[in-house]
């Protein structure tokens, strides 16, 4: 019996599914089996909660209070005993973390702040440069004149009242020398000198400057007492700290002294 209706027609195939790529099949695969493995173990582990009465008194019940006091003790013993296993730590080591403190850091601060305001900068200073000279000489002076030399007369030169001697007779007459006639004669006099030198010239110089310089005559003396006043409270305060368990006078009483020795160690 056709149930057909009139107009309508019966689809000639049925539409099949896409097919999908192998890595999705995969991972679909891999994702059921997973579920199935959670579910799986999901439930063994609520069977195994019920079979176990010892299990049911340990685990949360249902009462959020005693839950939440039981943890909440846990997590506080467990901080405490850490807590106290840090403070004998540091105890055991107080006195070495003094000493380091206060004479490696404070103590060593303050002592080269003292010596570098007393220090001195001691060092030779090269000096090469070239100064331009700019100014005028008087020059006052006598300058001796004494050596023999030779003069040529410029013009005729007449000498009157000469001798001459003839025979061995002397014989007055006057002589007239012909000029660029050359005399020897010797000099032997004295010239003042008195005349102004204008002097124009550069000057190479060369020079080693030793310095020696205070630092506590310059500026920088008071940086250094500032410092100085920085660091002395608490060199102060770290001279009041005891070096050892044997000068804590509370360890010196019988019912301390076993307390101090846990914490801070053995004398």
């Not at 995969?26 to 176990?52: F, G, I, L, P």
């Not at 019940?61 to 403070?87: D, E, H, R, Y």
């Not at 010596?115 to 100014?135: C, N, R, S």
Request: net charge negative.
């Amino acid at each position: 019996m056709d149930n057909s209706t009139p107009g309508q027609q019966e689809p000639l195939y049925e539409s099949q599914p896409e097919p999908q790529p192998p890595a999705y099949e995969r991972a679909k695969q891999v994702y059921e089996r997973v579920k199935k493995e959670v579910k799986r173990t999901a439930t063994e582990m609520r069977d195994y909660y019920r079979r176990s009465p010892r299990l049911q008194r340990l685990s949360y019940q249902g009462k959020f209070l005693p839950a939440f006091w039981t943890v909440a003790s846990l997590v506080s013993v467990i901080i405490n005993i850490i807590l106290i296993a840090v403070v004998i730590s540091l105890g055991h080591h107080l006195f070495e973390l003094k000493t380091i403190v206060s004479d490696g850091l404070v103590n060593g601060l303050y002592n080269n702040f003292v010596l570098m305001d007393k220090a001195h900068i001691v060092t030779t200073i090269p000096v090469e440069t070239t100064i331009q000279v700019q100014d005028t000489i008087p020059v006052v002076f006598d300058l001796p004149l004494n050596q023999d030399t030779q003069v040529v007369l410029v013009q005729d030169t007449t000498i009157n009242g000469a001798t001459i001697y003839l025979n061995s007779a002397p014989v007055p007459i006057d002589i007239t020398l012909p000029s660029g006639t050359p005399l020897q004669i010797n000099l032997d006099l004295v010239v003042p000198v008195n005349q102004t030198v204008p002097v124009n010239l550069s000057v190479p110089i060369t020079l080693q400057v030793p310095v020696d310089i205070a630092l506590d005559q310059t500026d920088l003396h008071q940086p250094f007492v500032g410092l100085q006043g920085v660091v002395e409270p608490y060199r102060e305060l770290m001279g009041t700290v005891p070096n050892s368990v044997e000068q804590v006078s509370l360890c010196k009483h019988w019912w301390s002294g076993w307390l101090c020795g846990i914490i801070l160690g053995k004398p």
